[in-house]
């Protein structure tokens, strides 16, 4: 396989395009407006009431526990992240050792897919059985995406990597966002009773574009041919990578500040649509319906911004890039806590969120892929930049659960996230510009 190969590099992008209508109408839009509507009314019907009195906060039983429905959300999110940081390492060392990344890749799309699928039978009368499908799910989008990310060094060349990362968040937001317009025609147009036909379309739409990718993907690029005992032989693999790994310094301090900034622009995108369902006035401007149109909103700039930042970084460079995209996010953040109190208001962050959402993700992932060292194994390296993630989520999820479980406030969850861009920030300073001990490396 040569590198640069337009055929391959298109199917690569499809994935994007497959895979983020999970991340759209499952992660931030449909389902978490409908999650907090059903439980809602299981609540209400509960106490025998017909509308949430001002103030109260709505409790679900979990397995004995009594919490709040959107602390439950967040840490059901943080429970699959961790899962995903525990498997991804190990996956990832027997796929470089076997040269079955495509494999992998298939697997955990079509186990995502089909979880996306069974949220067709969400019942709030059933929590702990419904939340397996939303736990399922999030594990299958996110491990499938180590194995999906990968092939972005195998497939392109280091100078063509900004610009093919930007083209696959810009076709993921562009397809993410016609399902999600057919979503909300469904939902306005036949009532929101069919909300939960939504997510059997997504399980559609994501397995079965996903099928451009396969058809143009090799697997087993570098023709490994495995024996047997190939889990112990894939562990070892990773130990391996995981010692080359500590040589690098300059990828180890970018991972650090990654860890960080990645944290809150996660957990921000996670959970904005549970804070905004809560915290802003919907009831006169259009209902639920009118969230949606700002996660639209979020959508077409998003996909707006990660061309501009792929364009940015061609002038200033990746890391000053990221930085003026995290210092944005910083004011996104005090700007949610402080002023988001009418739909105007969020119409407007919303549109903040969208310009610097694309770009931070798809440079963030572009320069791990710059500063790799000369290697076979990408998915070994590539894990710890997902485990690097997965982590940061589980921070970050429970983090905003948390504060919200002990002040009462989802204002509180949100300005607390701020610091974790502001620490990301500081480190992106520490980067060095060139690997320090790359001669130790080769």
């Known amino acids: 396989m040569e590198k640069g190969d337009k055929k391959i590099i298109r199917g690569w992008v499809f994935y994007d395009w497959a895979n983020s209508v999970y991340n759209l109408v499952i992660s931030s839009a449909i389902f978490p407006i409908f999650y907090d509507g059903v439980t809602t009314k299981h609540y209400l019907d509960q106490k025998g009431l017909t509308e ?24 059901v999110l943080s429970a699959s992240f961790l899962m995903v940081a525990i498997l991804s390492p190990i996956l990832s060392g027997v796929a470089d050792y076997s040269g079955n990344k495509k494999r992998f890749l298939q697997f955990f799309c079509y186990f995502g897919s089909l979880s996306a699928i069974s949220m067709f039978f ?50 993921g937001y562009l397809g993410s966002m016609i399902l999600l317009i057919i979503c909300l025609g469904i939902v306005m147009g036949l009532g929101k009773e069919y909300t939960k036909y939504c997510f059997v379309l997504v399980g559609l739409w994501w397995a079965g574009f996903s099928q451009i990718t396969y058809n143009a993907l090799p697997n087993n690029v570098y023709n490994k041919k495995p ?39 996660q957990t921000v995108m996670l959970l904005a649509t549970i804070f905004a369902s809560k915290e802003v006035n919907w009831s006169e401007n259009g209902g639920t319906t009118g969230l949606i149109v700002a996660i639209l909103l979020i959508q077409i700039l998003g996909a707006v911004g990660a061309f501009l930042m792929s364009r940015l970084s061609g002038i200033i460079g990746n890391i000053k890039t990221l930085l003026v995209s995290v ?13 988001v109190y009418e739909p105007i208001e969020f119409y407007v962050l919303a549109a903040c969120v969208g310009i610097v959402m694309g ?48 002040t009462g406030s989802i204002r509180m969850s949100v300005i607390s996230v701020t610091i974790f861009f502001v620490i990301g920030f500081i480190l992106l300073f520490l980067v060095p510009k060139k690997e320090e001990s790359r001669e130790s490396i080769n």
């Open 52 to 75: 949430l009195p001002s103030g109260e906060v709505v409790m679900v039983d979990f397995f004995g526990f009594h919490l709040s429905n959107s602390v439950l959300f967040s840490y």
């Open 122 to 171: 969400f019942d709030a009368n059933h929590l702990e059985w419904s939340m397996l499908s939303v736990f399922f799910a999030s594990i299958g989008f996110w491990n499938s995406l180590v194995f999906y990310n990968a092939y972005l060094p195998e497939i392109a060349h280091p100078e063509d990597h900004d610009r093919i990362s930007a083209r696959g968040f810009t076709m």
């Open 227 to 265: 024996e047997k005992g190939i889990l112990t032989k894939g562990f070892k693999e990773l130990l391996s990578v995981l010692k080359t790994f500590r040589k690098t310094i300059r990828l180890k301090k970018y991972l650090m500040s990654f860890f960080f900034f990645n944290t809150g622009v």
């Open 327 to 339: 210092f944005f996010w910083i004011v996104i953040c005090l700007g949610a806590y402080f002023i």
């Open 359 to 406: 770009g931070v993700q798809s440079i963030a992932r572009s320069t791990y892929s710059k500063f790799l060292p000369e290697t076979e194994d990408h998915a070994s390296y590539f894990s710890f930049y997902d485990v690097t993630e997965k982590i940061g989520i589980v921070v970050g999820t429970f983090f905003f659960g948390f504060i919200e479980e002990i």
